[in-house]
């Protein structure tokens, strides 16, 4: 979510809505990705009811 727009709940709508529609096309676990880093990302997952069970080292080569 854009920092402007942050605090309003809308990542937490957004996850809801995300479940509310993999749930309705019948899947029954989801994995997610994100980076340890991203501590809003990763405490807003945690509060969902998500949890670490799998932490991988990933190298990006950004090339301009």
Excluded: D
Excluded at 14 to 28: F, K, M, P, Q
Excluded at 31 to 60: D, F, K, W
Aim: include cysteine; glycine fraction near 6%.
């Amino acid at each position: 979510v854009a920092p402007k727009f942050r605090g309003r709940g809308i990542a937490h709508r957004l996850v809801i809505a995300a479940e509310a529609y993999i749930s309705a096309l019948g899947a029954t676990w989801v994995r997610l990705v994100a980076q340890r880093e991203n501590h809003p990302s990763c405490n807003l997952l945690i509060s969902h009811g998500y949890e670490v069970t799998e932490e991988q080292a990933m190298y990006h080569l950004w090339i301009p």
